[in-house]
Structures are given as structure tokens and as C-alpha cells.
């Protein structure tokens, strides 16, 4: 059990060490954040679902194929194929995001708590469909993403504490901390963007 454990610390440390990068690699808008991204997913994919944490493991499964997606938009979207750039998108829009993933995240968490012996099926199910969503607004560089990833992050520490994966939790404190310094960063990056 013992070298179980080691294990799995070794491939937790890897995997927090590359998802750390993915997001500082993001917040400077590298494309080099969503190679670090698809292989911390994939690792985090085998954490999840060996501690029971379903939602997490499918979360990260999703992680691994918008890596391909983020990379594909970030180096041929936008209009002139040439990537795309930050956006802002009106509170309208972002209401009607948080009204459409709330209710599919009661769904998912009340078919979890009936049908699987998922750990906190409510929180899994919430920060799993936000995350999905969020996810897709980092791939098209939507600034207000980052204030998603605040509330989620904090959530997600609470799980991760709670299935003793200490340095994930570590992680996602950190996370929080830099998804705050990734919004100003990104605001700026705006900013200088709309007056060139």
C-alpha cells in the first residue's frame, strides 16, 4: 500500500508540476501551455478515477482533447486563421452561461448520487460542467474565464482536501492566486491589443 501511495505521489507531483506550467505558460498566452495541459490531463485522468472522484476523471479526459482544440485555436482560429485574440463577452451572455451549466450540473449530480458511488456528487458534477465550459473560453481566449476559474478552483480545494490530495490542493490555492494575477494580466494584454 505503502509503494502504492509513493506512486501515486510521484505521478500527482509530475502532474501538478506540468498543470502549474500549463497556466503560467497561459496567463504570458504561450502555446506551449496546451502541451503541458494534455499530458498533466492525462495523468490527473488516472488520479481521479482511482480515488472515486468520476466527474474529475471524465473533467480531465475532456482536458486532454481541448489541449488539441486550444492549440489548433490559439495557433490557426480566428477570422484570419492566424490565432485568436482576448475578447470580453457582455454579463448577458455570461448569466445565461451560469443558468445553462448550473441546471446541467444539478442533472449530472443527481444522477451521480443515485447511480455511482461518487464522492461529493454535487461538487463533482458543478466544478466538472464549469470547468468544461471555462475550458472552452481559455481556448477562445474569453477574458472573463479566469473569474470562472476563481470560484471553481476554490470549490475543487475543498474536494481535493477532503480526498487528502494534498498537493493538488496546494495546487488549486495557488491556482486561485494566479487566476486573479491571469485576469489583470489578461485585461492588460486586451488593452494593449485594442489601442494597436
Known amino acids: 500500500m505503502f509503494g502504492e501511495m509513493q506512486a501515486m505521489t510521484l505521478w500527482e507531483s509530475l502532474a ?15 502555446i506551449w501551455c496546451w502541451p503541458a495541459a494534455f499530458v498533466s490531463s492525462g495523468i490527473y485522468m488516472v488520479i481521479f478515477w482511482n480515488v472515486n472522484l468520476y466527474m474529475e476523471a ?22 484570419q486563421h492566424h490565432g485568436v485574440s482576448i ?6 451572455t455570461h448569466m445565461s452561461i451560469i443558468i445553462v ?23 463533482d458534477a458543478a466544478t466538472t460542467c464549469f470547468a468544461i465550459m471555462t475550458t472552452y473560453l481559455v481556448a477562445k481566449k ?7 476559474w476563481i470560484v471553481i478552483n476554490s470549490v475543487s480545494i475543498y474536494l481535493y482536501l477532503n480526498k487528502e490530495l494534498m498537493l493538488t490542493s496546494a495546487l488549486f490555492v495557488l491556482y ?16 494593449r491589443q485594442a489601442t494597436a
Open 142 to 148: 474569453i477574458l472573463e474565464n479566469w473569474l470562472y
Open 58 to 79: 471524465v473533467l480531465s479526459l475532456y482536458y486532454v482533447a481541448m489541449a488539441v482544440y486550444g492549440y489548433w485555436m490559439w495557433t490557426r482560429g480566428g477570422q
Open 87 to 92: 475578447t470580453s463577452w457582455p454579463l448577458k
Open 176 to 191: 486561485v492566486i494566479l487566476a486573479f494575477a491571469g485576469y489583470m494580466q489578461w485585461q492588460k494584454s486586451k488593452t
Open 16 to 30: 501538478v508540476v506540468l498543470a502549474l506550467a500549463y497556466l503560467l505558460l497561459a496567463m504570458k498566452e504561450s
Open 101 to 123: 451549466t448550473g441546471v446541467i450540473a444539478l442533472i449530472v449530480g443527481y444522477m451521480m448520487a443515485n447511480n455511482t458511488d461518487a464522492s461529493f456528487p454535487y461538487l
